[in-house]
Antibody
Framework: QVTLKESGPGMLQPSKTLSLTCSFSGFSLSTSGMVVSWIRQPSGKSLEWLAA???????YYNPSLKSRLTVSKDTSNTQVFLKITSVDTADTATYYCARVTMGITDWGQGVMVTVSS | DIQMTQSPSLLSASVGDRVTLSCKAS??????LNWYQQKLGEAPKLLIYYTNSLQTGIPSRFSGSGSGTDYTLTISSLQPEDVATYFC????????FGGGTKLELK
């Protein structure tokens, strides 16, 4: 059974760096073709793809946010991380990590992050 | 950037109705189009991938079609549990999502 779970700070101040962790089980990111992605959703709004990392360590970023994003994974291939620098109130959202196969097939429950002073 | 436009933004229909949701891309996305269902307070769920392939476990009343820039999700007979917001997503060039169609019961 594939499960993913996001964790993060809950709330942080503008201009700080947001650090998120995705812990998953039921699959290995070292398996050829495997991809884990980060997607966010402000309350009541649509979804925005942020970044992805694949089994080979290749990284992919939303071009509009690329300068602020860093995605990485741990050496055991059971966690993926996302850092967003210089956050502001527009970064307030629920952040999801997800496994990608034919489409975004498995999603975490999401973690809500509020940026506020 | 490829923009995805969904219509309508809100759709009211009755149980048993045939429902059609539309998604239009700003350029040809060569059928690289997925559909997701999101119920209130839940993460999205993949319904359809590559325009018309039904994800495992999804009821056959859901179907997808389209090509080029225009795509459609059809629910052949609306059920109460289908009340949700539906999003399309293109993956021809990076990934972008449509604004969503909220489906409610009349």
């Amino acid at each position: 059974q594939v499960t993913l779970k996001e964790s993060g700070p809950g709330m942080l101040q503008p201009s700080k760096t947001l650090s998120l962790t995705c812990s998953f089980s039921g699959f290995s990111l070292s398996t050829s073709g495997m991809v884990v992605s980060w997607i966010r959703q402000p309350s009541g709004k649509s979804l925005e793809w942020l970044a992805a990392i694949d089994w080979d360590g290749d990284k992919y970023y939303n071009p509009s946010l690329k300068s602020r994003l860093t995605v990485s994974k741990d050496t055991s291939n059971t966690q993926v991380f996302l850092k967003i620098t210089s956050v502001d109130t527009a970064d307030t959202a629920t952040y999801y990590c997800a496994r990608v196969t034919m489409g975004i097939t498995d999603w975490g429950q999401g973690v809500m992050v509020t940026v506020s002073s | 950037d490829i923009q995805m436009t969904q219509s309508p933004s809100l759709l009211s229909a009755s149980v048993g109705d045939r429902v059609t949701l539309s998604c239009k891309a700003s350029q040809n996305i060569y059928k690289y189009l997925n559909w997701y269902q999101q119920k209130l307070g839940e993460a999205p769920k993949l319904l359809i991938y590559y325009t018309n392939s039904l994800q495992t476990g999804i009821p056959s009343r859901f179907s997808g079609s389209g090509s080029g820039t225009d795509y459609t999700l059809t629910i052949s007979s609306l059920q109460p549990e289908d009340v949700a917001t539906y999003f399309c997503q293109q993956y021809n060039s990076w990934w972008t999502f449509g604004g969503g169609t909220k489906l409610e019961l009349k």
